[in-house]
């Protein structure tokens, strides 16, 4: 079940009330009587510690593409080339900023703790995918 989208206009102010439509979303799943596990999926515009917050304290899950900072890149590099596992994509998938197509990729663990800068928001995260292992 998709219980909200929402399409953002230019680049200002993208995530302004990311934590309220998130938050209205899981209702929206919960009052339709969802059951299983609630998972919201977030493009890196919405990586805020209080989207995020809003989230977990709603019990869901999140899916959320972290941008690419200093800190991301070095926890990506320090990930040694055999903790990489495969994954095939059926069909080959256009990434623009590499200028290719795509048809592998890999998925690795790596320790990571965002929004450390935000008392109370601090945030493990160990799953990173990547297409250029």
């Given at each position: 079940m998709i219980a909200a989208t929402r399409l953002r206009g230019g680049n200002a102010a993208s995530a302004r009330g990311a934590a309220s439509?998130?938050?209205?979303?899981?209702?929206?799943?919960?009052?339709?009587?969802c059951t299983g596990l609630i998972v919201v999926r977030m493009?890196?515009?919405?990586y805020l510690a209080k989207g995020i917050a809003a989230i977990r304290r709603a019990g869901a899950r999140f899916s959320v593409t972290v941008p690419m900072d200093p800190k991301v890149t070095a926890a990506i590099a320090a990930i040694p080339g055999d903790a990489w596992s495969p994954i095939k994509y059926p069909r080959a998938?256009?990434?623009?900023?590499?200028s290719a197509w795509i048809s592998d990729a890999g998925i690795a663990e790596?320790?990571?703790t965002a929004f450390t800068s935000k008392k109370g928001h601090a945030l493990f995260a160990a799953k990173v995918r990547s297409a250029n292992r």
């Open positions: 439509c998130a938050a209205g979303a899981i209702a929206t799943a919960r009052e339709a009587e493009d890196s515009a919405y998938i256009w990434d623009d900023q590499l790596v320790p990571y």
